[in-house]
C-alpha cells in the first residue's frame, strides 16, 4: 500500500505528484489495468511467451 505523508507547508499538489510517483514505481496501475478482465490460463501462458521471444518482461 502506497502511502505519502503530507509535510508541513507541503502543497497538496505536490503530495499528489509524489502519490502518484510512488503508485508507479509500485506498479500497482498496471496491476490493476491487468487485472479488468479475466485472462484463461492458456492466453497468459501465450502473451508471455510472445514477450520472452521478443526479449521484453512479463
Known sequence: MAE????ENESID???????KKIQK???LSEVK???RYE???LRR???A???RKG???
Open 14 to 20: 505536490s503530495a499528489l505528484r509524489r502519490f502518484k
Open 34 to 36: 491487468r487485472r479488468e
Open 4 to 7: 505519502v505523508r503530507l509535510g
Open 40 to 42: 484463461k490460463p492458456s
Open 26 to 28: 509500485a506498479g500497482i
Open 50 to 52: 510472445e514477450v520472452a
Open 56 to 58: 521484453g518482461r512479463y
Open 46 to 48: 501465450k502473451r508471455k
